[in-house]
């Protein structure tokens, strides 16, 4: 089958969502729309650069409007979404202790576990740092508020 064709993109994707095990939706079993989308634009992406083709624009931008509008029906897929999770010290915490204690992974060099261990750290000054400054926008926008550092 050749994914550049929209027929055949619609049987793939149907393939792919009846395939899709559920996680969210246990009551019904049903797989959710957002987890078929991820999945059909990580095999268009394997396809194009396994099949050195590309996947024309309008075939490519009907897959997700085709998911969620008609797909959802056919099989059906749930519109549930996963709750939002935040990195807290003791997640935070948890990473770390994974990272030094309990990877059992065999690194050619240790340096490498230090790098990971920084590039973590990066991460987390940088999501502060952005934080910081949205509080501080929301801050400018109220007069007579104050600022408190996150």
């Known amino acids: 089958s050749d994914l550049r064709n929209m027929e055949d993109m619609k049987h793939i994707t149907e393939a792919v969502g009846r395939a899709t095990p559920y996680t969210l939706d246990k009551e019904l079993k049903r797989a959710t729309v957002k987890t078929v989308r991820n999945k059909m634009i990580k095999?268009?992406?394997?396809?194009?650069?396994?099949?050195?083709?590309?996947?024309?624009?309008?075939?490519?931008?009907?897959?997700?409007?085709?998911?969620?509008?008609?797909?959802?029906?056919?099989?059906?897929?749930?519109?549930?979404?996963?709750?939002?999770?935040f990195l807290t010290i003791e997640s935070y915490v948890d990473m770390e202790e994974l990272l030094w204690q309990h990877d059992h992974h065999n690194y050619v060099h240790?340096?490498?576990?230090?790098?990971?261990?920084?590039?973590?750290?990066?991460?987390?000054?940088?999501?502060?740092?952005?934080?910081?400054?949205?509080?501080?926008?929301?801050?400018?926008?109220?007069?007579?508020?104050?600022?408190?550092p996150l």
């Open 110 to 148: 240790e340096g490498c576990r230090v790098d990971l261990s920084a590039l973590l750290k990066t991460n987390l000054v940088l999501l502060k740092y952005i934080a910081t400054l949205s509080q501080a926008e929301r801050l400018l926008a109220v007069p007579n508020a104050d600022f408190a």
């Open 43 to 85: 095999l268009m992406s394997i396809w194009q650069r396994k099949t050195n083709l590309t996947i024309p624009p309008e075939v490519h931008d009907s897959v997700a409007p085709y998911i969620k509008d008609v797909l959802r029906y056919t099989i059906p897929l749930s519109i549930e979404e996963k709750a939002l999770t």
